[in-house]
């Protein structure tokens, strides 16, 4: 009983010092205020706009309303009472997509208590990440500065880690932060090297054959046709895989990993993505066949295998591109880097992939791969007002991206490294002055 109590002491001790090691790290400077929401119209005038979808359209309008585009063009007549933004000399993009990311779930991997990524046990499926988003993150405010308007947040962990979901990058909590929950069911395909690999694969085959088994039980007490029965919530969370309204998200890299998950998902009958997808260039006719999106990650990284060129993650969106195979580029999941993004695809565009291929994979792709495309992805009557104001291309590292709208509301450009570029531009000041009167 004694070492009992000291386990659950020190237990105790260790979780307070985190909390308070979180509370001290954690809160910044000066937090960042949700905007409001957008109470007038409002028309960004005299800039290059880039619809993505569309052709540039060259000292142009951008027109939205509560929330939505309502125009977008030249001479375009204006409500009573619309604000009228210039931005003449400045550029206007859709704003980027993460498509897979720990934003809201991870803050310091150092500290247990503010990282909330993987659940218990192996099989989650009825996990909904966006419950536990934390809204007051940190690394919120720096990929919103990045131009990320919405992040994917992604569980992890187990065979099944979950559901992910679409979150806003402005809000004050989880609930109004959610665009789309249930964005797609994440699968982590086991590693085909290991001797649990066979195991694994049919843990995976039972499970979806007592989903299977538990929908067909659950439409007939629906038909009227059978005795009531048990809700089964991890069960029921994977309903919507077998209508087709919910994507099964595989996380695959090696060639027989991933012909193997595509395999798989053909026989189940279910809408695949490929996540992750290192080796996808070398199976482009298997996901051409299949109709299967990849969603890549961490083109701005070494190449896996030594005998493999320096370039070899930097040429593979070009790959897939010049294959015909739909893809969108995702950076690393840790949040801490999310600003990277851009630069993600800038690096694609570097080696090989064209500048209109690369803007694409970060905003309108991984909209259409993901079932946002009727909001995000491009700048078009009816989509939500989510874009940013800039110098240049936002996939280029010299481009300052001025302001970030999201959902016609006017972001706080202020974050986290912007406090300490002007608290330490002012310690540099201070002794650059105080030398000077020496």
Do not use: C
Not at 294 to 299: A, D, M, P, S
């Amino acid at each position: 009983m004694k070492n009992l109590n000291r386990r659950s002491f020190m237990q105790i001790v260790k979780a307070v010092l985190s909390m308070l090691f979180f509370i001290w790290t954690a809160v910044p400077a000066e937090a960042q205020t949700p905007a409001s929401a957008q109470s007038s119209p409002i028309a960004i005038t005299g800039a290059a706009i880039h619809t993505v979808s569309g052709d540039l359209i060259e000292n142009g309008t951008l027109l939205f309303e509560d929330g939505v585009i309502t125009a977008v063009g030249v001479d375009i007549e204006l409500p009573a009472g619309t604000e009228v933004v210039d931005a003449s000399g400045k550029e206007v993009w859709p704003g980027l997509i993460d498509a897979y990311s720990q934003m809201g779930i991870y803050e310091i991997g150092a500290v247990n208590l503010t990282v909330d990524v993987n659940e218990q046990g192996s099989v989650n499926p009825n996990v909904m990440v966006e419950r536990a988003f934390n809204p007051e993150s940190r690394h919120i405010a720096v990929a919103r500065s990045a131009g990320i308007v919405v992040s994917v947040t992604t569980p992890g962990g187990g065979l099944v880690s979950g559901q992910s979901a679409a979150m806003l990058m402005d809000g004050w909590a989880w609930d109004s932060m959610t665009l789309k929950a249930g964005v797609g069911m994440i699968v982590n395909w086991p590693n085909a090297s290991q001797n649990s690999y066979s195991r694994n694969l049919e843990t995976l085959r039972d499970l979806f054959a007592e989903a299977r088994a538990y929908r067909k039980a659950r439409l007939a007490v629906e038909a009227g046709e059978a005795a009531r029965m048990d809700i089964d919530i991890r069960l029921e969370a994977m309903m919507r895989l077998f209508d087709g309204t919910m994507p099964v998200v595989i996380s695959a890299n090696e060639v027989r990993q991933i012909q193997d998950a595509v395999t798989w998902a053909e026989e189940e009958g279910l809408r695949m993505i490929l996540l992750g997808g290192r080796d996808a260039h070398l199976v482009t006719e298997q996901l051409l066949a299949h109709s299967v999106p990849v969603i890549l990650t961490e083109v701005l990284t070494s190449p896996s295998r030594n005998w493999e060129s320096f370039d070899a993650r930097y040429r593979l969106p070009a790959q897939l591109y010049d294959a015909g195979v739909q893809f969108a580029i995702a950076g690393i999941a840790n949040p801490a880097n999310a600003n990277r993004l851009p630069y993600e695809a800038g690096a694609a565009m570097a080696f090989g992939l064209s500048e209109e291929a690369a803007v694409r994979a970060v905003t309108l792709e991984p909209a259409r791969i993901l079932g946002l495309g009727d909001r995000l992805g491009s700048l078009e009557p009816g989509k939500d007002a989510s874009f940013l104001i800039t110098d240049g291309n936002p996939i280029e590292y010299a481009t300052q991206i001025e302001q970030v709208y999201i959902q016609g509301r006017k972001s706080d450009m202020n974050d986290m490294h912007r406090q300490f570029y002007e608290r330490y531009s002012e310690k540099v000041r201070q002794m650059q002055q105080d030398s000077a009167q020496r």
